[in-house]
């Protein structure tokens, strides 16, 4: 099957059995336990919905086929992710390499709450020697972003990978941007997936959700046994509610790429733009990796207005379409400061050391019409 048709009935199968009602679009099951007619055997092997539940293994069946895993796991929200992942992975003591330029609460994360019991390097992963000559005899695992949150920034998936694979060190790939889609970390090499599937899978800015994909069988079952263990796992509405965005991936996606391709030249070339960060651009220095490891460059672009704090803080409150609000991947276009939002959690010398000044603005380019975008930021620009 290719990805549309993957999108659209992988794990939807309608069961035509006698006495089925043959559902075409998966039931929500919202029973909390399940009956059994044997003491020692689970009708349909469901329990308890924190163990398994139908609707979410809809989902994650549809996840792992859309990354060409062999197996995915959905969780709360892309932190539960994240956070069931690195305590299924890592013990007291051990090491992880991870690029400088992450997602504010996936930082947040490894600082405050992990800090005191696994070590964390932080290096510029643009050039995969700066990992490389991070790894200590410690080091278990490898957390990139590709591109990165908010300055979209690449790494080379296939030679992290190479490197990870002679020192036995797991390769863990954020693909929330690009999604499975554009991209597919796994077929270069990589371990493990993790997404928020509140983004882009999701879609319509209505469900938090977060998804692990991978297909060693061994890391699958640690990770399926505290997924249970901890219990982070989403409601079977909330299940349904991914499992319905994903069948419209393929077509939301090309829009908020072809929408996302014409804001970023129309702002590289607008006099009150510094510079634009997206990796469609052939001026951005890492667009031959972007054609190597993705298939387009999706929706996610920042950019540097001239002039002050004020001067960006002024320009956000003059845009009327775009709106002014954390997160992203929706089908509307949303607009925010990384500075003062999304990564002020980061501590300002660090945050100016990676590069996310004060004048830096993030946009999720939505599906709207392009006129209307490029007139709303036009006007806001002055």
Known sequence: ??????????????????????????????????????????????????????????????????????????????????????????????HVVACDDLYGGTRRLF???????????????????????????????????????PLMRLCDIEAIAKIAKKKNIVTVIDNTFMTPCFQKPLDFGADVVVHSTTKYLGGHSDVVGGAIMLSNETLYKKIKFNQNAVGAVPSPFDCFLVVRGIKTLRLRMERHDENARALARYLESHPKVKKVYYPGLPSHPQHELAK???????????????????????????????????????????????????????????????????????VSVGTEDIEDLLGDLEQALG
């Open 111 to 149: 600082r405050d709450v992990l800090q005191n019991f696994v070590e964390f390097t932080y290096v510029d992963a643009r050039n995969p020697e700066n990992v490389k000559k991070a790894i200590q005899g410690n080091t278990k695992l490898f957390w990139m972003e590709t591109p990165t949150n």
């Open 292 to 362: 190597k490891q993705m298939s387009a460059f999706g929706g996610m672009l920042s950019f540097e207005i001239k002039g002050t704090a004020e001067d960006a803080k002024a320009f956000l409150g003059r845009v009327k379409i775009f709106a002014l609000a954390e997160s992203l991947g929706g089908v509307e276009s949303l607009i925010e400061h990384p500075a003062l939002m999304t990564h002020a959690s980061i501590p300002e010398g660090e945050r100016k050391r990676i590069g996310i000044t004060d004048t830096l603005i993030r």
């Open 1 to 94: 099957m290719r990805f549309v048709t993957k999108a659209i009935h992988v794990g939807e199968e309608p069961d035509l059995r006698e006495g089925s009602s043959g559902d075409v679009a998966v039931p929500i099951h919202l029973s909390t336990t399940f009956a059994r007619k044997d003491v020692e055997k689970p009708t349909g092997g469901y329990e308890y919905s924190r163990t398994s539940n139908p609707a979410r293994d809809a989902l994650e069946k549809k996840l792992a086929a859309l990354e060409n895993a062999e197996f995915g796991l959905a969780f709360a929200s892309g932190m539960a992710a994240e956070s069931t992942l690195l305590l299924s992975l890592l013990k007291s003591g051990d």
